[in-house]
């Protein structure tokens, strides 16, 4: 059998009691995808520098990309490089969307402090014993469990889905106590990707749906719950991109405010990912074409990297609240 490597031992924590902080403080922590060294250093460049507790997500794509081992030692080096900075953030080693038991199980034992099941997808019933098979597991390991009922539209994986499906609000009190989940990811009108919502020139994209979250805490009071799909589509990347030969019209995401508002309610997760690849395209496709005999990458990658640094410092203090709860 593998060696278990335990997630203490890497520097890392559980989500937990940064889960009830953040619900009794009313903010969010952020929840960042990384693939490589470039955004990592820009997570954790950013945070540390706001004092923020970070979650750094990896997703599935990213673990058959980046490799699982390459990233545990990455993260380990975050932990450093933080230290190194002279900050004490919290940092969370999490698995995004894991799609089976053997996919979880592999990223405990690999030193990850928290995993998604996400069997959001299944039938109701389904869900929860694969939810509380994973939890089993995990809680042995103190690692903290993430599940999540309610489908987002969207690309989830390897799951596509064509149309979101809300969280019933009847289900959530049910799911969390069978399954022993320590937070739960829903559905309110959020979707995966740069392409959230169809909207015509000038509209508004519609609200989240404010009023199944509320529904959610009232079952469930106090209980961490997580917002995926909650980039923004920052407009001056997306007109950048379009600017230098990209092709990303009608890409839209959801407004700050309504970020704000979630964060201060029971909301203790926001997830972002695209956001943080539009910031790397459209200072990549700038600078090279502003220079193109340029062929060193640390020069593209190093504009996208600092581009990185302020939207991520952005989001910590301006949306998500984040900033200064490092403790
Ligand atoms: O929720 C999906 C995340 O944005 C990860 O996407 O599977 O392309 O890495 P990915
Ligand atoms: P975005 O595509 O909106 O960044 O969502 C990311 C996410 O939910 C990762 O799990
Ligand atoms: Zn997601």
């Known amino acids: 059998m593998a060696e278990v490597v335990n997630y203490k031992d890497l520097g890392l924590v559980n989500s937990r009691e940064l889960f009830r902080q953040a619900v009794s403080g009313g903010y969010a922590i952020p929840a960042y995808n990384f693939n490589n060294l470039e955004q990592l250093q820009a997570i954790i460049t950013a945070c540390a520098e706001t004092s923020s507790p970070v979650i750094l997500q990896v997703s599935k794509g990213a673990r058959s990309y980046a490799n699982e081992t390459m990233l545990r030692f990455m993260a380990m080096g975050a932990v450093r490089m933080a230290r190194e900075?002279?900050?004490?953030?919290?940092?969370?080693?999490?698995?995004?969307?894991?799609?089976?038991?053997?996919t979880c199980k592999s990223c405990i034992?690999?030193?990850?402090?928290?995993?998604?099941?996400?069997?959001?997808?299944?039938?109701y019933e389904e869900n929860v014993a694969l939810t509380r098979k994973v939890v089993e597991y995990a809680h042995q390991y103190d690692v903290t469990v993430e599940g999540e009922l309610g489908v987002l539209a969207g690309i989830e994986d390897d799951v596509v889905a064509e149309h979101s499906t809300y969280t019933q609000p009847e289900e959530v009190e049910d799911f969390v106590s069978k399954t022993g989940?320590?937070?739960?990811?829903i559905s309110i009108g959020t979707s995966h990707g740069a392409f959230?919502?169809?909207?015509?020139?000038?509209?508004?994209?519609?609200?989240?749906?404010?009023?199944?979250?509320?529904?959610?805490?009232k079952r469930i009071p106090g209980f961490p719950i997580v917002l995926h799909g909650a980039s923004s589509v920052v407009q001056e990347y997306v007109e950048l991109i379009?600017?230098?030969?990209?092709?990303?019209?009608?890409?839209?995401?959801?407004?700050?405010?309504?970020?704000?508002?979630?964060?201060a309610s029971a909301v203790c997760k926001i997830n972002i990912d695209s956001d943080g690849r539009l910031a790397v395209t459209?200072?990549?496709r700038e600078y090279l074409a502003n220079d193109p005999g340029e062929f060193d990458p640390r020069k593209y990658l190093?504009?996208?990297?600092?581009?990185?640094?302020?939207?991520?410092?952005?989001?910590?203090?301006?949306v998500l609240g984040s900033a200064g709860r490092a403790k």
Do not use: T
Request: hydrophobic share 35%; net charge negative.
């Open 85 to 102: 900075m002279g900050s004490e953030i919290p940092i969370v080693l999490h698995l995004d969307h894991g799609d089976s038991f053997e």
């Open 109 to 123: 034992e690999s030193g990850f402090s928290s995993v998604m099941i996400d069997g959001s997808h299944l039938p």
């Open 181 to 185: 989940v320590d937070s739960l990811a």
């Open 196 to 217: 959230k919502f169809k909207v015509k020139e000038g509209e508004e994209p519609p609200p989240l749906r404010f009023d199944i979250l509320a529904e959610c805490e």
């Open 242 to 263: 379009n600017k230098y030969g990209g092709k990303m019209e009608g890409a839209v995401g959801v407004s700050e405010d309504q970020l704000r508002r979630a964060a």
């Open 282 to 284: 459209a200072k990549i």
């Open 302 to 318: 190093g504009a996208a990297r600092k581009e990185l640094i302020k939207l991520i410092k952005h989001k910590n203090e301006a």
